[in-house]
């Protein structure tokens, strides 16, 4: 019973790490076209920062 419940308890980390990726890769796409039209250096940070948060999300 306990290896079954981690079992759908690792299933469901899975599940939330996909969709948390999934959210950050259309926000940093979102984000560099941003960037790219109004060239504003708070939004080329914020980009940075998305790029950085996709990262580490693919690295869990």
């Given at each position: 019973?306990?290896?079954?419940?981690?079992?759908?308890?690792?299933?469901?980390?899975?599940?939330?790490?996909?969709?948390?990726?999934?959210?950050?890769l259309?926000?940093?796409?979102?984000?560099?076209?941003?960037s790219v039209?109004?060239?504003?250096?708070?939004?080329?940070?914020?980009?940075?920062?998305?790029?950085?948060?996709?990262?580490?999300?693919?690295?869990?």
């Open positions: 019973m306990i290896l079954e419940e981690l079992k759908k308890l690792a299933k469901g980390e899975r599940l939330a790490v996909h969709i948390s990726n999934a959210a950050n259309v926000l940093f796409v979102a984000k560099v076209y941003a039209k109004s060239r504003s250096m708070a939004v080329i940070a914020s980009t940075l920062d998305s790029l950085l948060d996709l990262l580490s999300g693919f690295i869990l």
